[in-house]
């Protein structure tokens, strides 16, 4: 069988292109991975309704319950009032506009960096910000569960990448050792990892790269609003603001807005600025977003029940699972990760949930490692007690019904 993960050779035999698709996704569905789009009727809210059907949603990114929240909704509307739908533009030609600063003043300040810079989503804000640092002849030092974005980051800076052993600070001082010489070495990994909800162990990675030099890049994607004091993320709430030198966050989970930034000096914005082809060649964000996100953090700040809430309800649905024999690592964030194993038995465990009104994902390769495909339940913080108790019973029923 043809490997579905491996680039399709589209040049031998010469086919027709839409001959060689068909052949691409046929070889897609006899490993068990294709892929679909399911269409949600209104907001991304604890309940929605797919195919005319109610179902309780439990793989959305609205982590904080804000993409109906009335305070952003009228923050967004007011945006459009006054600067109309879109930047229109590149933000280098004429789509650079008061409300992306104030938001960019507004992430600084939160995040507790000289600087900000807002970017249009949170892969090219990884992809511009590696590019920009690091070049060939450089080396970049990344965990192996990193982000696509991350990855792609990497390969498009052509600098040497070095992977370490997820979250082992060990081996990651080992590379630190054996690429002592390096002009620039860049380490990388994110805070909250969005496939498997455990935490980096920030301290001890900044602590190394402090040791030898190394510069330090925490994507915070699925930590910001949930993690801090004021919900700025994991690096806050450890007090690293000092030691790492580059912060990437989106807008788009726990904002409910859309949109990326990548926080730290005013040096390093200003050199993406000039160096980020992903923010130079692109429009900038809709003033709609940029404000509606503006609004959230302000939420998320004042209202820090949200997260206390959320992680009360996950380590409560995490107890459940573990309790019905699944394997639930006991993670401290907002994302439970099933691991199931093969693809076509997580497949039809998904699939017998929707049949119950349950909507969580299937994540298979190349998402995650192959034998390791999961159902990825993310909670968010208007979730009930009573979604969590039916979660879990629907969960375990069809995790056992579908591996035993």
Sequence with gaps: MTDPLRKPDLRAPRLPLDKAAR????????????????????CQDPEVTIDGRDLLLLCSNNYLGLASHPDVRAAAEAAIRRYGTSAVSSRLISGHMRAHEDLEKRLAVWKGTESALV???????????????????????????????????CRLSRAHTAIYRHNDVEQLR????????????????ES???????????????????????????????????????????VSEL?????????????????ASFGAYVAGSHALTDLL????????FTTGLPPSAVAAAHAA????????????????????????LRDGGLAVPQVESQILPVVIGEAETTVAVMRGLLDDG???????????????????????????????????????????RHTH
């Design 119 to 153: 970017f249009s989503t949170g892969y090219q804000a990884n992809v511009g910000a590696i590019t920009s640092l690091v070049r060939r002849g450089d080396v970049v030092i990344s965990d192996e569960l990193n982000h696509a974005s991350i990855i792609d980051g």
């Design 174 to 189: 080992s590379l630190l050792v054996e690429h002592g010489d390096a002009s620039r070495v860049l380490v990388i990994t």
């Design 297 to 320: 953090i302000d939420i998320t700040e004042r209202e820090r029940e949200r997260s206390t809430s959320l992680l009360v309800r996950a380590h409560r649905l995490g107890e459940l």
């Design 239 to 255: 007090d690293l603001q000092s030691e790492v030198d580059v912060i990437v966050g989106t807008l788009g989970k726990a904002l």
């Design 358 to 400: 349950i909507y969580v994902a299937a994540i298979r390769p190349p998402t995650v490692p192959r034998g390791t495909s999961r159902l990825r339940v993310s909670l968010m913080a208007t979730h009930t007690d009573a979604h969590i108790e039916r979660a879990a019973t629907a969960i375990i029923d069809h995790v056992h």
């Design 273 to 280: 600025i000039n160096r980020a082809r992903s923010f130079i």
């Design 23 to 42: 052949a691409a996704l046929d070889d897609i569905d006899s490993a068990g991975l294709r892929r679909s789009l399911r269409l949600i009727d209104g």
């Design 192 to 234: 909250v990892f969005s496939m498997d909800g455990d935490k980096a162990p920030l301290v001890e990675i900044a602590a190394a790269c402090h040791e030898h030099g190394a510069w330090l890049m925490v994507d915070e994607a699925h930590a910001a609003g949930i993690f801090g004091s004021n919900g700025a993320g994991l």
